[in-house]
Nanobody, 121 residues
């Protein structure tokens, strides 16, 4: 599975951005779709994710009520709508997909190249 993000940029605090992720390749085995972010010197952290079956979502506490993950009906494009942005949201954001290898039930992680989001205060 190949992932390509778009939509990052510079925004003032309180503003909004929408990130997009386009998946290609063997997308039929995607089990979860989501977004992570990383700042220098820190580990990559989960921001939001949505399970393929049932559509359950998870959000990090720091973004609850401000960020929303959404998946297109084609299930190969998903988004992260980010509202009320804060300076602490500044990071490189990565699109993520988890696939399950059917024969061995082994999970695999797939990553986009990352897109910079900078929030100025």
């Amino acid at each position: 599975v190949q992932l390509v993000e778009s939509g990052g940029g510079l925004v003032q605090a309180g503003g909004s951005l929408r990130l997009s992720c386009a998946a290609s390749g063997n997308t039929g085995n995607i089990n979860a779709r989501g977004w992570y972010r990383q700042t220098p010197g820190k580990q990559r952290e989960l921001v939001a994710t949505m399970l393929n079956h049932g559509g359950a979502t998870y959000y990090d506490d720091s973004v609850k009520g401000r960020f929303t993950i959404a998946v297109d009906n084609d299930k190969v494009t998903w988004y992260l709508q980010m509202n009320e942005l804060k300076s602490e949201d500044t990071a490189v954001y990565y699109c993520h997909a988890e696939t399950i290898e059917i024969s061995t039930v082994t999970p695999h992680d797939h990553w986009g190249q990352g897109t910079q989001v900078t929030v100025s205060s």
